[in-house]
DNA sequence: TTGTAAGCGTTATCAT
DNA sequence: ATGATAACGCTTACAA
């Protein structure tokens, strides 16, 4: 078929009433007698129009149905966390009913300065989930256009509401638990620092990564000379790298805080390599409280975060915003929760 | 500000110049001289001018950046896959020139069909990840629409190019494997059936996912009468609860066939649960040849896909369908991998 | 219940 | 190098 494609008008010339009409009879907004319709409907089947061209309908209407949705980080990488997709779930739950979809921009980290693409895409309102510097430098002319934005664990200035998880509270928990256990050879394993990869915390070190300061605080809350060690990422295989550091050394702590679930089985790994049993030997503690596959007969000892909860009021916060309604931040609870984990500290180590 | 949004009219009568030559500053698809560049973008600045309306701009091109990714299941599920994570990283490589990003289409599974959300979404071409009856039938005012559809690992009609995997051949590559090294008591843990969960596959039973289905033939093609039992998801946990079903029965295979490396890694679970030792008591499979996180030290024997190649492949036939070149379907390779999780059958077993 | 009219904001084409 | 013109395809007051 080399000829152009159908449009609304040429259906209402087919069915020989008004372009409105025809419209009316596609968005239903206005009764339509019963004859009318089958008359446009079926010159909309011979002449094979499914409907009206979204760009042109979006465009009139001034509004796209599409949420964009930004990462700090590539998407491989943002994805391979379980927190993220549950997220991922809940936006995409409470952003259903505006229209479309969810838009993955592509950020402007890994690929050149050249796409900018939260401008150049047609969203009505955009999800940060986290936001660096550069991130927040960049986004002025978004700001400008008009789109509606919400930040999820991040800063993307006072104008964008933030949907947050109270990490150094929480935290500071988990460590206090481990205090009422007496233990005092206390380390902790924590997620990317945002500088380099990984390696030894030092207390003058520079941690740009919000998530990541704010645990390492409410560790420090209880236990002000925690040793800590960076990982490269959120995963077992890292947590069992810094936790073989951390069991190797000299003072071998009794407790470690992991601050995630997937870091802190890799370091359940770790101390089952090195013969020690958990929690009679090691005391190990998460942060999420998601369900590790593969991790059975262990639970950990954590703290809950309600990931698709906090997808769903970055959702909710876009559908307030877009009907104009003003919008909170909100801070999120992240309850303690007991698992079989943690025990009383080793009676050889007091 | 309650004032409406600067268009690039406003801008060109602002500086003085024509909105052609206004949107020309911005596209720069024409030359334009450095005094009359200046004019516009310094309009530009002082009106707030953030550049073309998205909208207005894709409908005047014919053409809005977007490609639309359609999952046939659940997205929270699907991005537990590793190997469609990965996928989405190739798909996004390869589509990235095109324009704005990947839209995440909400598949009319979890929504009520009242969402028709692929014909009303400003999408300039879709990839269909898979593609069940139920979708393909959904297709045709897709198709009517003259949308470009790709395909990886489904039948989305004759008219949709495939990308596609040899999973029968790749399969049987590894069964021949553990048949050379003597093994004749084998099981296979499969991949989800589609029709009911968890449990063991009788030979009558019908297969509606064809991964699943081409997989298990490529392990009947050489063990006709393998043992199947059917997992309801592509992870350590299911492969577990298989891996115990079948390590726990009377006549205890030397050797599985796991149709996902999460799943072998559940067997293996499974295996050191009942205290035999991989490969010596028992030889595992899996398919993929991802890296497993928290799989150290083993090593699996596995069919080897180019996960990122596979979304890839799908992109650049999306790029190539949008710049109007017919496609072909292709069926990448699926190398068999030796690992450490397979040897001889045992003696005490011949 | 239906039709008229006026854009929505841009950009391709063709002159100049 | 710049400008005039004409779409792109649709929706929504408002009038009839």
Redesign the interface.
């Known amino acids: 078929m080399t000829t152009r ?1 159908a449009t609304i008008a040429d259906v209402a010339r087919a069915a020989g009433v008004s372009a409105s009409t025809a419209s009316v009879v596609f968005s239903g907004k206005t009764p339509v007698s019963d004859a009318t319709r089958a008359r446009v409907v079926a010159a909309a089947t011979t002449l ?1 129009y ?2 009206p ?4 309908a ?2 009139r209407r001034g509004r ?3 949420v964009g949705v930004v990462f700090t980080e ?3 990488r943002a ?2 966390d ?1 927190v993220k ?2 997220m ?2 809940g936006l ?1 739950a409470a952003v ?1 009913p505006l ?8 950020d402007t980290v890994d ?1 050149d300065a050249a ?1 900018p ?1 939260l ?5 009505d309102a955009a999800v940060l989930v986290g936001c660096t510097a550069r991130q927040r430098a960049a986004l002025a ?2 700001k ?3 789109v509606p934005l919400v930040v999820i664990e991040g800063d993307a200035g006072d104008d964008v509401p933030r949907i947050d998880l109270d990490n150094r509270e929480a935290q500071r928990l988990a460590a206090e638990h481990l205090r009422a256990l007496g233990h005092t050879r206390v380390a902790t394993v924590t997620l990317p620092v945002g500088g380099r990869p990984r390696g030894v915390l030092t207390a003058d070190q520079q941690i740009v990564v919000d998530v990541t300061r704010h645990r390492l605080a409410g560790v420090h809350d209880v236990f002000p000379g925690a040793a800590a060690i960076a990982t490269a990422g959120s ?3 890292e947590g ?1 790298i810094a936790g073989r550091a951390l069991l190797a050394g000299p003072d071998r702590p009794t407790a470690i805080l992991a601050q995630s679930d ?1 870091l802190a ?2 370091v359940i ?1 770790a101390a089952e390599e090195a013969g020690l049993r958990v929690p009679a030997d090691l005391s190990v503690t998460g942060f999420d409280g998601i369900a590790v ?2 991790l ?1 007969p262990y639970r950990l000892t954590t703290l809950v975060q309600d990931a698709i909860g906090k997808g769903r009021a970055a959702g909710d916060a876009v559908a307030a915003l877009l009907a104009g309604t003003p919008v909170a931040s909100v801070v999120l609870p992240c309850p303690f929760r007991l698992g079989n984990t943690t025990g009383p500290v080793p009676e050889i180590a007091l």
Chains 1, 2 share one sequence.
Do not use: K, N, W, Y
Not at 99 to 106: I, K, T
């Open positions: 494609r094979g499914t409907g061209h979204p760009l042109a979006s465009l796209s149905g599409i590539h998407l491989g994805f391979q379980p997709i549950l991922m779930d995409t259903g229209g479309s979809g969810l838009l993955l921009v592509r690929t796409a693409t401008t150049t895409s047609p969203i002319p978004v400008a256009r008009g995963s077992i295989d069992l997937l089985v890799g790994r596959d593969g059975a």
